[in-house]
């Protein structure tokens, strides 16, 4: 009976270790521990863009990602943010990982034109690389063609 009580306190130590271990490699490769619920809005950290009128901050983020009703949104900030839905997925998110730098979900770059700007999908996001036009002063954005 010790035997067996041993043995099962030696497996409960072992399984703990192995959940430590499982759960500090996802922290360290993918930014966090893992997220257990459904309804959740990320955001991936600000970056800022120069233009002609000045810096502005930009971010993107998602909303209820693996839903039916997911949403995406990039966030430009000048004095006050403005909300532009951008269609990164086409129905719930096939792919994605969440932001641990700025440019992890997408890079905001200005155009000749002050009122528009162009938005890369980056590698964390599937599918990555899509380009969007951004239209800052109507907020709103088209997907680019071939992206």
Do not use: C
């Not at 430009?76 to 730098?101: D, H, L, M, W």
């Amino acid at each position: 009976m010790r035997n067996s009580a041993t043995l099962l306190a030696l497996d409960a130590i072992v399984v703990a270790a192995s959940i430590a271990v499982v759960l500090l490699v996802h922290s360290e490769t993918l930014g966090g521990l893992p997220r257990l619920y459904v309804a959740h809005k990320e955001q991936s950290p600000p970056a800022v863009l120069q233009t002609t009128q000045g810096l502005f901050k930009y971010w993107i983020e998602i909303e209820n990602p693996f839903s039916a009703r997911h949403a995406e949104f990039l966030i430009f900030e000048n004095g006050s943010a403005k909300r532009i839905p951008i269609q990164v997925f086409a129905g719930p998110a096939t792919g994605y990982t969440s932001a641990t730098k700025a440019d992890d979900w997408g890079t905001l770059s200005s155009t000749s034109d002050p009122n528009v700007a162009i938005l890369t999908l980056g590698p964390r996001l599937s599918p990555s690389g899509g380009k969007f036009r951004i239209d800052i002063e109507s907020s709103t954005a088209s997907r680019l063609p071939g992206n």
